[in-house]
């Protein structure tokens, strides 16, 4: 086991029963305050252990690299180091942060130095993201978006228990959590028209996926197999596909999803490492047909991450639309990332994949909008009274994940983006 897993580690932070940061997380990520320009943190309760101060301070001298990695604004120049080193430095946060080491906790000065509430700092992007992925890898979703644009018959495509279905999407959109969302424009063509018209889309909506993000890079025309793949993977995090389905309808054939997703993309801002997550590995879902031999990946594969969404209108209460697990997808990430690299693509550190949208098989399981309304038929009614088809301006949509066991919590914290109305130029 990861010695920074034990479920009877404690730290000398209080921690709420409910934080999704304890001990066992140590999650990565990006932040700044006005006296701290943009570094490298780790999340701990309440705080963020600023690890640049500790790099400064010499509490990384044993790992075998540079800490000055720490003091930059995205953490592409730490997770190109290698697993041995992510390892290796959330193992030593963790030393200095359980209760019965005081290199830290026994200098009060020094606890003021290093530690930043997370109410008085700011978030940022937590990778440069190279290249953008997104899959297709849920069963249930799969089928009900087949069932709406096509018909139950055909909901499956026949590709689609063969290989992971994906598409390159756009990274320069990719935004973290709390940067508000322009209404996109675009093209869109009523089924009673015979021509198409411009303007705000009509039917915005939220996609709940979870995405991985490399760490080590390959080569072009090398691939990597299932078995090695997790060896690629340096964390996760929730992350918001927003989408347009009036733009989609119109403008995705033959060629896939284009302008009616690339408008933005949100994700949440602490990357929770593959390591933490080794706790609450699962089983997937059995795969018939057998995947094609460089796509077998056996034993557990997936995790057990708990998903919800919330849905804010302005000035009211946020609740809950949709719960539902990571646990159900058909594809693994494993898989997907052997998938996109089995024509020799290269992979690149930072490159974002997502898992397409996560549904269950229930309603109230389902992951976006257009399911949940099954395309706006079925209108959500929501606690103060109003209803949704799908997005309207100014509403704010919240994704929130955590994995739990043996009283453990590891958490993912929240994407939360708030939807404001069209640019109209
Ligand atoms: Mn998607």
């Not at 600023?50 to 800490?67: T, Y």
């Not at 077998?296 to 991450?305: K, P, S, T």
């Amino acid at each position: 086991m990861i010695r920074a897993n034990d479920p009877h580690l404690h730290s000398w932070i209080e921690i709420a029963p409910e934080s999704d940061f304890p001990i066992q997380n140590l999650p990565f990520g990006i932040f700044s305050t006005p006296d701290r320009d943009p570094r490298v943190g780790v999340a701990i309760g309440e705080y963020i252990l600023d690890l640049c101060v500790l790099g400064r301070h010499n509490f990384f001298e044993l790992i075998d690299f540079d800490p000055n990695v720490f003091h930059r604004p995205v953490l592409n120049d730490f997770i190109a180091m290698g697993k041995p080193v992510w390892r290796a430095v959330r193992n030593r946060v963790s030393e200095l942060l359980r209760n019965n080491n005081e290199e830290i906790s026994g200098d009060s000065e020094l606890i003021r130095e290093c530690l930043v509430l997370q109410s008085e700092a700011t978030m940022h992007m937590p990778v440069k993201v190279p290249n953008y992925t997104d899959f297709y890898s849920s069963l249930e979703h799969a089928t009900n978006v087949g069932t709406m644009f096509r018909d139950p018959e055909t909901a499956l495509l026949p590709n689609w228990k063969h290989l992971p279905v994906g598409y390159h999407g756009r990274a320069s959109s990719i935004v973290v959590s709390g940067t508000p969302i322009h209404r996109p424009k675009g093209q869109t063509k009523a089924a009673d028209q015979d021509t198409p018209t411009f303007g705000p889309s009509q039917q915005l909506d939220f996609e709940l996926e979870v995405a991985f993000i490399t760490g080590k890079e390959t080569p072009l025309g090398q691939s990597i197999t299932p078995y090695e793949a997790e060896e690629y993977i340096f964390g996760l995090v929730l992350f918001n596909d927003w989408s347009a389905r009036d733009i989609q309808t119109w403008e995705y054939v033959p060629l896939g999803p284009f302008l009616a997703k690339s408008f933005a993309s949100s994700v949440s801002p602490w990357v929770v490492t593959l390591d933490a997550l080794e706790p609450f590995r699962v089983k997937g879902p059995e795969q018939i047909p057998k995947p094609l031999p460089n796509l077998e990946a056996l034993g557990n594969r997936n995790y057990d991450i708990h998903l919800e969404v919330l849905l804010q209108p302005q000035h009211k209460a946020a609740s809950t639309i949709s719960h539902t697990n990571f646990k159900h997808m058909y594809w693994s990430m494993a898989q997907q990332l052997a998938h996109q690299s089995s024509n020799g693509c290269n992979i690149m550190v930072g490159d974002l994949y997502a898992s397409g949208t996560v549904s269950g098989a229930r309603q109230e399981a389902y992951g976006s909008m257009l399911e949940l309304t099954w395309r706006g038929t079925q209108p959500l009614q929501l606690p103060d009274g109003s209803e949704r088809q799908f997005i309207q301006d100014y509403d704010t949509v919240i994704m929130r994940g955590h994995c739990e066991l043996n009283g453990i919590r590891v958490g993912f914290g929240e994407v939360r983006g708030q939807v404001l109305p069209a640019i109209q130029h």
